[in-house]
């Protein structure tokens, strides 16, 4: 016996419902007025994108994490200010990234660091190395302590 049509699209309604629930990075959790730990307060320094892109950019992309949430930074070309939550099992998400938007000849290179922050999923720090990967665990880029 085959079911009706519209049992049919009902169930493929529900099953595109749960799976459009289930799919996604879970949230970032804990309060942004008190973040804590080895990412927030120093000032990093761009290292590469990726795992080996070293960019060619007349000052050094930087930025810093405040305990209060809020990140600050250059990216080459512009500076740029967000917000910033840490959750469990070093998870970091950048929210509300706004730049400068100053002109300069090395633009695309500056938006591949505002883009690795957008991106950033989870750090793992190795000494004064920080390092950020994507939600499939890619390698984004490196950033250093500043001394």
Known sequence: MRPSFRLLLSLTLLALLLVGCAGGPAPVTGPADSLSGPVVGPRWNLLLV???????????????????????GHDGC??????????????????????????????????????????AYRYLIDHDRLVFFGPDQRVLGGFRRAN
Request: proline share 6%; net charge negative.
């Open 78 to 119: 512009n500076r740029f200010t967000g917000n910033v939550e840490l959750g469990p099992n070093n998870r970091i998400e950048f929210g509300q990234l706004a730049t400068t938007r100053m002109a300069c000849p090395h633009m695309a290179e500056a938006g591949q660091v505002t883009a690795m922050l957008d991106t």
């Open 50 to 72: 990726g795992t080996s892109d070293r960019l060619d950019l007349p000052a050094t992309p930087w930025f810093e994490v405040a305990s209060d949430g809020r990140v600050s």
